[in-house]
């Protein structure tokens, strides 16, 4: 007996990188195949700005692999990374870059839990928005129930489900502040783990909403005015953040040094400036600020961390449509390198 893999990859679009995937029917010896062992694959770059038509073959090589939820049985869901034939990193694998530094910094044991928000469309309008006006303000959908504050719950249970039967390090759902917005959370893994996970929920979030006649986007300020944004607030330790709390503080200055505010808020996901304007729990994206509980900072130390004397920091300035292979990327190298000077590894 045959079964079915779909394999999934990150494309060229820009500025915000888009999902692809195609089914590949393997043969019943490969069942039991290590992602190693499953066969790589190939497909048309000049569909998915990956490639010029005159030379469009690009490789999809398989990096992790997962039991398929939807179509169940032994079917697989294969995430790919993109390779040019000579079989080197294509210009928009960023995979290929985090693995480098994070294997630079593996002895640090980096983790990471991003909180995914992102917005329920029905049509032109976010899901719970009424025909031609606005629903009531801001205030008691975050974390709401009842009919008249949650829209879209189905889909979120259905997705949930679908996440947990994947195997993926899911640790949490919840409604957020606009109608029609949710956030899950992937993690603690390490950084390619929660990257390659975080991108394999954000297919089944689309591909679970399909079949509910409803479109989700990581657009990181889907209703202008005075709406909550779609951030990725991104939680991250090493070990010696788990244990002490000068390291945690080494991080948080690191951070603030020089020119990596900007290195990173430009890499934090496309319209940052529109979504880290000060208001609406975030810091402006042109000002570095680090603090206790404070989420109107870039990068908060939760009450318990302080409480405790150790733990993890929250960057709270990535958008929803970052790549968690830049921003954990980003991270581990900045925070490392720092924590690695101070000897506080
Ligand atoms: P918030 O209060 O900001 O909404 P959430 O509960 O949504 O926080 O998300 C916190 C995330 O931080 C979770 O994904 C959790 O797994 C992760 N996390 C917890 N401890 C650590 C740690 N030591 N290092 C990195 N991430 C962590
Ligand atoms: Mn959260
Ligand atoms: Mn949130
Ligand atoms: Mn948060």
């Not at 910094?105 to 980096?110: G, H, L, N, T």
Request: proline share 6%.
């Amino acid at each position: 007996m045959t079964f079915k893999a779909e394999y999934i990859w990150i494309d060229g679009t820009e500025p915000t990188a888009k999902l692809r995937s195609k089914t590949k029917i393997l043969a019943d010896s490969q069942r039991t195949a290590t992602v190693a062992d499953l066969p790589i694959w190939g497909f048309d770059g000049s569909s998915t700005n990956q490639a010029e038509g005159h030379a469009s073959d690009r490789v999809l090589r398989p990096v992790a692999s997962y039991p398929d939820p939807i179509r169940g049985g032994d079917d697989i869901l294969v995430l790919c990374e993109v390779l040019d034939i000579d079989m080197t990193p294509h210009a928009s694998n960023t995979r290929a870059a985090l693995a480098e530094v994070a294997g630079r910094y593996a002895a640090q044991e980096s983790i990471f839990g991003i909180e995914q928000e992102y917005t329920f469309f029905k049509g032109a309008r976010p899901l719970g928005f009424p025909e031609g006006g606005f629903p009531a303000a801001q205030g008691g959908y975050y974390c709401g129930v009842g009919a008249d504050e949650i829209f879209g719950r189905d889909v979120v249970e259905a997705h949930l489900d679908n996440c947990l039967k994947a195997g993926l390090g899911i640790s949490g759902i919840n409604a957020e502040v606009m109608p029609g917005q949710w956030e899950f959370q992937v993690g603690p893994l390490s950084p390619l783990e929660v990257s390659d996970q975080l991108w394999v929920a954000r297919w089944l979030l689309y591909r679970t909403a399909e079949d509910f006649g409803v479109s989700a986007t990581l657009d990181p300020k889907p209703v202008k005015g005075d709406w909550n944004g779609a951030g990725a607030h991104t939680n991250f330790s090493t070990k010696a953040m788990r244990e002490r709390y000068d390291a945690i503080i080494t991080a948080c200055e690191s951070l603030g040094e020089g020119s990596k505010p900007m290195d990173h808020v430009k890499n934090y996901g496309a319209g940052i400036d529109d979504r880290l304007t000060g208001l609406h729990e975030t810091a402006p994206w042109n000002e570095y600020s680090y603090g206790v509980s404070d989420r109107g900072a870039s990068v908060r130390i939760p009450w318990q961390v302080e409480k405790d004397g150790k733990g993890y920091i929250e960057d709270r300035r990535p958008n929803a449509n970052v790549d968690p292979y830049v921003v954990t990327r980003l991270l581990v190298d900045t925070c490392c390198a720092a924590l690695e000077k101070a000897g506080q590894v």
